[in-house]
């Protein structure tokens, strides 16, 4: 799993063609943690919403596209419905 994680987030920075510290400094986020995401250190989807939230806004990006499962992003789907609802 670590290593989809890997792939996604990696994939999706690199796509943008930010560095790691490019990022984590548009993101507002620490550039060691980014790091442990893409390495599989930490898995991205215990991050906090805050956190993986200002990863998809500084790259214009979809929960799906950094996460290695669709379980997070369906989950605020579905919050934000009932929500509005």
């Known amino acids: 799993m670590a ?3 890997q792939n996604r987030l990696q994939s ?3 796509a ?3 560095s790691q510290s490019e990022l984590a400094t548009a993101a507002g986020i620490n550039p060691r943690m980014l790091q442990y995401y893409e390495q599989g250190v930490k898995e991205i989807s215990g991050a906090k919403l805050a956190t993986l ?3 998809c806004l500084a790259l214009n990006c979809k929960l799906e596209d950094i ?3 669709g379980e997070t992003a369906e989950l605020l789907r579905r919050y934000t419905m009932e929500q509005a609802g």
Request: proline share 7%.
């Open 3 to 5: 290593r989809t994680t």
């Open 12 to 14: 999706t920075r690199l």
């Open 16 to 18: 943008h063609d930010l």
């Open 53 to 55: 939230l200002k990863i």
């Open 67 to 69: 996460l290695p499962d």
